[in-house]
């Protein structure tokens, strides 16, 4: 299994352009997570899905900010405009939705600068 | 409410010095805790979880409910134990909150 997939590793872009950033869950995986890692705030969940519903988006910070998981193996977190306060590490999380739980898998992270 | 404190944001040691760090937790139910961490610039791993009451890499980690912790050890660090760790509390069915993170550097 190649694990929880992101795309792209690195993304620099300016200030107002529109952002996608992608996941791959593991295969069966129901649950997906997105985060936000950063140093002063540390590691924040953004919106998470089950069963590619999403069930709590509260982490969201504002309306530029958006979520969709189309189907169960495929996930994007979109930013529209960015701004230079968004530059963060993304990760994606996925998880089993039944059965024993060993937590979560993290994907490699989108490293996001906004210039 | 649940909630996973880890109050040092940086810890240093000197290599093959006992490593402790601390994490506690408030959760009204029984508690289910994991341990995570993140080498530089990398996913984070899952390092271990108390019910399979495990030794990963050295460490180890008990569940104390009196005291609502659950501390990361290591008695001889390591310089590759250098990282971020991360403690997290299962909250939900399927859902954890993770503590603020703890900065680890061992020192050669």
């Known amino acids: 299994d190649a694990g929880v997939i992101q795309s792209p590793r690195h993304e620099v872009t300016e200030m107002g352009q529109e952002v996608t950033l992608r996941c791959k869950p593991i295969?069966?995986?129901?649950?997906l997570f997105w985060y936000r890692q950063t140093m002063m705030r540390g590691l924040e969940l953004l919106i998470y899905f089950n069963n590619n519903v999403p069930i709590d988006d509260s982490g969201m910070p504002e309306d530029r900010f958006s979520a969709k998981m189309p189907n169960a193996s495929f996930s994007t977190l979109k930013i529209q405009p960015s701004e230079p306060r968004d530059s963060a590490v993304y990760f994606c999380?996925?998880?089993?939705?039944?059965?024993?739980?060993?937590?979560?898998?993290f994907g490699s992270g989108t490293r996001l600068t906004v210039v | 409410a649940q909630r996973v404190t880890q109050p040092e944001k940086l810890l240093s040691v000197f290599k093959g010095a006992p490593v402790e760090l601390k994490c506690n937790y408030s959760y009204s139910g029984s508690p289910e805790l994991f341990w995570y961490v993140q080498y530089s610039r990398q996913r984070l791993q899952l390092l271990l979880r108390h019910i399979s009451r495990e030794s990963i890499k050295g460490f180890t980690a008990d569940l104390n409910k009196g005291e609502t912790s659950f501390h990361l050890k290591k008695p001889f660090a390591q310089e590759e134990d250098s990282a971020m760790y991360y403690c997290?509390?299962?909250?939900?069915?399927?859902?954890?909150?993770f503590g603020s993170g703890t900065q680890l550097t061992v020192l050669p």
């Open positions: 295969s069966g995986h129901n649950s």
């Open positions: 997290a509390l299962r909250r939900s069915a399927r859902q954890l909150t």
């Open positions: 999380a996925s998880s089993l939705a039944s059965g024993v739980f060993y937590g979560y898998t």
